[in-house]
Nanobody, 124 residues
Framework: QVQLVESGGGLVQAGDSLRLSCAAS????????VGWFRQAPGKEREFVAG????????YYADSVKGRFTISRDNAKNMVFLQMNSLKPEDTAVYYC?????????????????WGQGTQVTVSS
């Protein structure tokens, strides 16, 4: 049974940093592409960042490029999202995702496995 469990969310002020973590189990982690999506109230789920298992390349939404960094630790089956210079518009529930596809898909429907989400709230 595949499980993705996020942690690290919270309430911060604009300009602060947060590091989200995602612990994966039940899958050959090193052979899975991983990513992060987010969903704010009343908005559609949107792609934030992804990391291909095959190429190691990272991809980011334009809104977070230069501020967020995705990384992984295959030895510990962990995915991370370092978020710097947070803005109120970053407020959302953040989801860790994984898929066997080597391509980083920006459509949320293309990802097979999802965590339960962790809330990030950025006050102005």
């Amino acid at each position: 049974q595949v499980q993705l469990v996020e942690s690290g969310g919270g309430l911060v002020q604009a300009g602060d940093s947060l590091r989200l973590s995602c612990a994966a189990s039940g899958l050959p982690f090193s052979s899975y592409t991983v990513g992060w999506f987010r969903q704010a109230p009343g908005k559609e789920r949107e792609f934030v960042a992804g990391l291909s298992w095959s190429s190691g390349r990272t991809y980011y939404a334009d809104s977070v490029k230069g501020r967020f960094t995705i990384s992984r630790d295959n030895a510990k089956n962990m995915v991370f999202l370092q978020m710097n210079s947070l803005k109120p518009e970053d407020t959302a529930v953040y989801y860790c995702v994984a898929d066997r596809n080597w391509i980083v898909e920006r459509l949320w429907t293309e990802w097979a496995y999802w965590g339960q989400g962790t809330q990030v709230t950025v006050s102005s």
